[in-house]
């Protein structure tokens, strides 16, 4: 009965994450400014019409040096460059009957899970996730990908039990692999952590920018390079979302932030919708769609790692929060009678959510009074 309700907990999660518009359906189509709107999750082009994330640092400074140190940036890596497995050559863990080890050699780490009787051993294929919290790896293995049922988890510096593997203990070596993907669930991992790395039919973790490149969000850049290079006017050939309205640059975000329309659709109890940020912030009363300051983009640089001072998110509140008695003109909202500084360490209070190791921020701001239940 518990491991059922873990393994519930578990999958309404991940699924909470998975089932995003941009994947599934078109309720969430940005609406075009004047000019097509790019849609990350949809990367139908040619290899040839990317340029690669290295060619844009030929031009631009700032946003591809903040880039470099983002979750988004590394958002997926070849595991030869995952500076975990760097850090950590040898790595193990323990689960009943079987022994998983992950070896580096050669700047190439293997994965090895044994048991009494025999072993299995094939090369990590891909590194998911940033290692914020943790990451995770993929193998192939006689033609099937594999989500290894161990996952490295920063803050403990050590392998852990995967957050989707089967809570009951595998029944033989093979099942001991891990979490079967489809050609489907790898397409799905690979059009949000890492876009640029599917085009068309094609799954290309080699050649292709890995993570969440300059293109995974701004289209490709073959054409607007060359135009830049050749003296076109400036700018020419390429997606800027500056351009677009404030819920349309959220919209683009929200193709792999779980929208509020697709949270909705999906009923979440308790706690499990505060992994979709734009459905906690579309319930919170400083919600305005068409206010500026009320957009992902506002509070977030998409090219820079995520600020985790919660104190420098001041002046995001206070642009529409009165600071003394005197609400300026564009400041639709009060003046707290209780602090100053720090505004979103009360109001925005960190949940847990069952099954995740993820600690995640509820975006419906409002006055959280200690012991009072999280409101859904
Ligand atoms: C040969 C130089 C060059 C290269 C290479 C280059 N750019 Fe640009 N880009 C420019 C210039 C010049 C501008 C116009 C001035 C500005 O906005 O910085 C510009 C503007 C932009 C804009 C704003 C467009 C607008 O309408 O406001 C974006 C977005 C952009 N570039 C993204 C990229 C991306 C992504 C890449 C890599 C695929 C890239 N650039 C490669 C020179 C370049
Ligand atoms: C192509 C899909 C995609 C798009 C589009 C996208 N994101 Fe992300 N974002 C991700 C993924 C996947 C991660 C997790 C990265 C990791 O840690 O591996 C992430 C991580 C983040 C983080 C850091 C989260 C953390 O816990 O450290 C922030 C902040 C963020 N995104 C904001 C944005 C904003 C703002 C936009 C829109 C401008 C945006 N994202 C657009 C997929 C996307
Ligand atoms: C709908 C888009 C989406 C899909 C599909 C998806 N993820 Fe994610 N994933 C995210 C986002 C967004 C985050 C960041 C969560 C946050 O901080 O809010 C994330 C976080 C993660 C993390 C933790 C990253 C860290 O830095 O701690 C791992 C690992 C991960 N995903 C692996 C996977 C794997 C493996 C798959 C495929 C089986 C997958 N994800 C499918 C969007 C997605
Ligand atoms: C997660 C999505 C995402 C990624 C990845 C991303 N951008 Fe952007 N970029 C945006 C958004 C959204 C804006 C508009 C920001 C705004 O208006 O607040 C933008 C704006 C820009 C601009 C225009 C700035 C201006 O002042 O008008 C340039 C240039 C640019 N990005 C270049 C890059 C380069 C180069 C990379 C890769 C290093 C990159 N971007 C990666 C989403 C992204
Ligand atoms: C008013 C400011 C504000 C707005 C608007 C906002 N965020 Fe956040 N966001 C925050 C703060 C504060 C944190 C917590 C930072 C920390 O403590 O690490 C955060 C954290 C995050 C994280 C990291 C995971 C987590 O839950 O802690 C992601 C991903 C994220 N925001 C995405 C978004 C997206 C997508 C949107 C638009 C729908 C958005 N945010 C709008 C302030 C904002
Ligand atoms: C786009 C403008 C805007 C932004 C940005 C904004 N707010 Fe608000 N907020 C409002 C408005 C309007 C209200 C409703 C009037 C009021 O109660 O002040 C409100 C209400 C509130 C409330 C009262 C909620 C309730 O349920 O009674 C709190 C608390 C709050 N905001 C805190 C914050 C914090 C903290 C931030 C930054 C993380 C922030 N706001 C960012 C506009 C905004
Ligand atoms: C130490 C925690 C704390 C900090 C820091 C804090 N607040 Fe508050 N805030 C509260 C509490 C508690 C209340 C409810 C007060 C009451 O009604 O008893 C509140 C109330 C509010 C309200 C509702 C006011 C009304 O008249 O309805 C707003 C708006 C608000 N805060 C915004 C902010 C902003 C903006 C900041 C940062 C400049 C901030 N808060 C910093 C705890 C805090």
Redesign the pocket.
């Known amino acids: 009965m518990q491991i059922n309700r873990e393994l519930g907990a578990r999958l309404l999660w991940m699924a909470a994450l998975a089932v995003v518009s941009g994947l599934n359906s078109t309720a969430q189509t940005a609406q075009p400014v004047g000019e097509a709107v790019w849609q990350p999750t949809h990367p139908a082009v040619r290899v040839g019409d990317y340029a690669g994330s290295a060619s844009c640092a030929q031009c631009h400074i700032s946003e591809p040096e903040k880039h470099r140190t983002s979750e988004m940036g590394s958002s997926v890596t070849r595991p030869a460059e995952s500076r975990f497995l760097s850090e950590h050559p040898s790595l193990r863990f323990e689960r009943g009957p079987y022994t998983y080890t992950l070896q580096r050699e050669g700047g190439q780490t293997t994965f090895t899970a044994s048991d009494a009787h025999g072993k299995i051993s094939e090369p990590l294929f891909l590194a998911v996730g940033s290692g914020k919290v943790f990451q995770a790896y993929l193998i192939q293995h006689g033609g099937q990908y594999y989500r290894i049922p161990v996952d490295y988890f920063t803050a403990q510096g050590k392998l852990g039990l995967d957050t989707e593997a089967d809570p009951a203990l595998p029944a033989s070596l093979e099942a001991a692999l891990g979490k079967p993907l489809t050609l489907g669930d790898l397409r799905g991992c690979l059009r949000c952590h890492s876009p640029a790395s599917v085009v068309g039919d094609r799954i290309d973790i080699v050649s292709l920018t890995p993570g969440i490149g300059c293109e995974a969000c701004h289209g490709p850049g073959g054409k607007h390079a060359a135009a830049m290079e050749a003296g076109k006017p400036a700018g020419a050939g390429i997606f800027s979302p500056s351009h677009l309205l404030p819920q349309e640059k959220s919209a683009l975000c929200n193709q792999c932030h779980t929208s509020a329309s697709s949270m909705k659709a999906q009923n979440p109890q308790g706690v499990h919708g505060v992994v979709s940020p734009a459905y906690r912030l579309e319930g919170s009363?400083?919600w305005n769609p068409t206010d500026e300051r009320a957009s992902c983009t506002s509070c977030h640089d998409p090219h820079a790692a995520l600020v985790r001072d919660t104190a420098a998110y001041?002046d995001k509140?206070?642009s529409?929060?009165a600071?003394g008695t005197h609400a300026l003109a564009h400041q639709p909202?009060?003046?707290?009678?209780?602090?100053?500084?720090?505004?979103?360490?009360?109001?925005m209070p960190k949940v847990s959510v069952p099954g995740s190791p993820i600690l995640f921020t509820d975006h419906r701001?409002r006055?959280?009074?200690a012991g009072a239940t999280y409101p859904e």
Do not use: E, L
């Not at 909202?333 to 109001?347: L, Q, S, Y």
């Open positions: 009363r400083c001041d509140c206070i529409c929060h600071q909202g009060k003046t707290c009678p209780v602090g100053k500084r720090d505004c979103a360490g009360c109001h701001i006055i959280a009074r």
